[in-house]
């Protein structure tokens, strides 16, 4: 009898530590996929946050260019060689105005004035770019829709895109409508393209993200379009020729794990002042931290 009890209890004591190991290991687990959830969380976030700062800095940047365009459009030599596009005196002044213009902001490659027949007539840098004076851009988005622009108020933009007669550098073009007398409500007589030096102005921003040296390698920062077009890359692949496969789910911001185990930031232009955006997306993709 006593052997039995003692049996019986050595069982219950051997099925209750069991038991208590198996609780053990799914609590151990619940509290490590926690764990692993929360650090992920917090890294997804931290991501999204640096993308939006990126798209941020875009923004603003853009927003001044659009200020720009309709100031440097009512300037008297750029209204003066629009309405009298044959006197070689006043294009080859529009021409020095817009080369001083350059000097000052060196963000952009060139700018140009365009006659209502869409024939450039002036810009700012004619021994950079020969070709530019005389070439017809009546067929360019920018010149068609600067000139449908209800008043020197308004401004357009065209996709970031290769221009061939600026030795193919990549450029954001910004352009306004030129009208009679310099004022707003005045007819249209012309248009005056600028084009942001876009290659090394996007590459400043994606290169600038703020990482730690260990994360650096392992993180690829992207700014891409409304059409996921990647624009700029801070490891230089695939920009203006590759698209990104995002997974937005309707969110404007947020971050997800694809099937690599990269974590995805992202976060939609919020837009700047008066400048609300172009759709595009600050994108952040960071691979897995290497285990040693």
Known sequence: MVAQEVKGISERITDIATDM????AAQTNELQELGTKLVAQVRGGRLTDLSLNMIEIIDRNLYERSCDVR???TDSAVVDAAADPKDKMKTNYASKRLGVILGAYTVYLDLWIADHNGV???NGRPDQYRSVVGSNVSHEAWFRQAMATRDGNEFVVADVSVNDLLNKAPVATYAA???EGGEANGSPIGALGIFFD???QAQTVVKGVRLEDEEAERTRCLLIDAKHRILASSDGRG???ES?????????RGNYTDREGNTIGFSLTPGYETYAGLGWYG???QGPKKKF
Not at 21 to 24: F, G, P
Not at 244 to 252: M, V, Y
């Open 239 to 241: 920009v203006l020729t």
């Open 71 to 73: 100031w440097w459009a």
């Open 177 to 179: 409508s030129i009208r």
């Open 120 to 122: 450039i007539v002036a």
């Open 283 to 285: 994108v952040i993709v």
């Open 244 to 252: 990104f496969p995002l997974q937005t789910d309707g969110q404007q």
């Open 21 to 24: 190991k198996v609780k053990l």
């Open 198 to 200: 876009w290659g090394p």
